[in-house]
């Protein structure tokens, strides 16, 4: 069994604007362990972006505990590397010089490393391109070699293939399957995908809204490299839709005043 590396405990968020307060999590209880692929999905709204900026460090107005190896999370650092649904790149540099960011190339250690980024992202032969000569795709694949540039613990990502068309974000799935497997990092990963998030994960976490909170958390026992046609595939699936059926059906008597 392998260790806990993030536990998140009694959290709790609310935001205050001029229009009064919004609970945006409500006491969330979550272990992840150390090299575990969690997928967390549910509908707009439900604080997933909000959790995952908490776990970052980019969010410190909470409630509660949330611990990275047994430290309180009190802001962003290299060990959490942060993937946005954009890629986020300067146009102005290359795509090496993107991964590397405010490191040297001329450093021999940095330069070993980028290189053997790019290879593990496929965007060999793509060094010295700029941002807007590459795909959405591999310019996503960029941002995702820049991220494990300072080897985080822990890889977060916020509906990072929301943008792409079906066949790149099934190739993004493989590639990112691969990180995974070749690094044995932690994955959390957030979608409203149904087929991605189990076809990703170790774990699916369903978030429901008002306020955001864990619904169920699902198992995915498949073995790699899973098939979306299969038929285990497609019964966890059912699952997964049974579940937010239901959200629907609350959400239905919460907005008819029952
Ligand atoms: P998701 O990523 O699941 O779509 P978010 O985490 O972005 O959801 O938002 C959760 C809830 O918190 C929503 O009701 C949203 O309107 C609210 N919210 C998010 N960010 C802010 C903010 N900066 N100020 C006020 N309310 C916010
Ligand atoms: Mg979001």
């Not at 609970?23 to 090299?35: C, D, S, T, V, Y």
């Not at 978030?207 to 909170?213: D, I």
Request: with cysteine; hydrophobic share 40%; glycine share 6%.
């Amino acid at each position: 069994m392998s260790e806990v590396l993030l536990e998140i405990s009694h959290l709790n968020k609310t935001f205050q604007s001029n229009k009064g307060s919004v609970q945006a999590l409500h006491n969330i209880q979550l272990n992840i362990k150390e090299g575990e692929f969690l997928t967390v999905i549910g509908p707009s709204g439900c604080g997933k972006s909000t959790l995952l900026k908490i776990i970052a460090g980019l969010d410190t107005q909470y409630n509660g505990s949330v611990k990275l190896g047994n430290l309180q999370v009190v802001g962003p650092g290299i060990e959490k590397g942060f993937i946005f649904q954009e890629p986020r790149l300067f146009p102005w540099l290359t795509v090496e010089k993107n991964i590397a960011a405010d490191l040297s190339l001329k450093n021999a250690d940095t330069r070993k490393k980028v290189d053997e980024l790019i290879e593990l992202v496929r965007l060999k032969g793509f060094e010295k391109s700029y941002p807007r000569e590459l795909s959405g795709g591999m310019a996503q694949r960029v941002a995702i070699a820049r991220a494990l540039l300072r080897n985080p613990k822990v890889l977060l990502l916020d509906e990072p293939f929301g943008a792409l068309d079906a066949f790149t974000r099934a190739h993004m799935q493989e590639v990112l399957i691969d990180i995974w497997q070749k690094n044995k990092m932690t994955m959390i990963f957030v979608t409203h995908d149904i087929d991605e998030a189990i076809y990703l994960a170790n774990r699916v976490v369903i978030l429901k809204p008002r306020p955001g909170s864990i619904r169920n958390i699902v198992p995915i026992d498949l073995p790699f490299p899973r098939k979306k046609s299969n038929v285990s595939f497609q019964e966890l699936r059912f699952k997964v839709l049974n579940e937010f059926e239901k959200i629907e059906e609350l959400e239905l008597i919460d907005s008819s005043g029952i």
